[in-house]
């Protein structure tokens, strides 16, 4: 049975609670291993989607997420460093499964559509919203155990993905959608 808290009155809980062997700071350090897979994966993943991309928005929105996916691998790395574990990552079944579909949506859209670039952008923006709602819950579970600076990086990260996913809804709405509204069928 898993040792409880010590803890009984509510009042009492604030940041920094959590022991150094709690069971929430190993899942914690677990989660972190499954969104630096994750963004690991993004990185390789997103040039493919920007060569399939026929919008110059969108590519050059998709070689921006790019560099800076590099960069939420670098931070990440940092977290781990901070909390004086090794870097590892460790497969994220959810992001495996959005970049399979990624990958899919290459494959049934013809190239040089806007309906391609239409499935690229919801397919790039499933991925966004797994990593806002990750990193979002992640630095708050930071603040909990007492982790501000890592709260801070994670924080970082999470505007950034923000950033990304409302631009890729701009860049939807301003012409990608509306062209390939117009597209048909070939024979
Ligand atoms: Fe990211």
Known sequence: MAKQSTKQNNNNYAPGIASEDSMLKSFFEDELKDIYWAEKNI??????????????????????????????VERLEQVFEILGKKAQAKKCDAMAGSIEEGKGIIEETEKGTATR????????????????STYGGLAQLATTLGLEDVANLLKQTLEEEKQTDQLLTEIAESDVNYEAAMETEEE
């Open 43 to 72: 990185v390789k993943t997103l040039p493919k989607m920007r060569k399939a991309a026929t919008s110059q928005k969108l590519q050059q929105a998709f070689a921006d997420h790019e560099q800076q996916s590099q960069g939420h």
């Open 117 to 132: 670039d239409v499935g690229l952008i919801l397919a790039a923006q499933k991925v966004e919203h797994y990593e806002i």
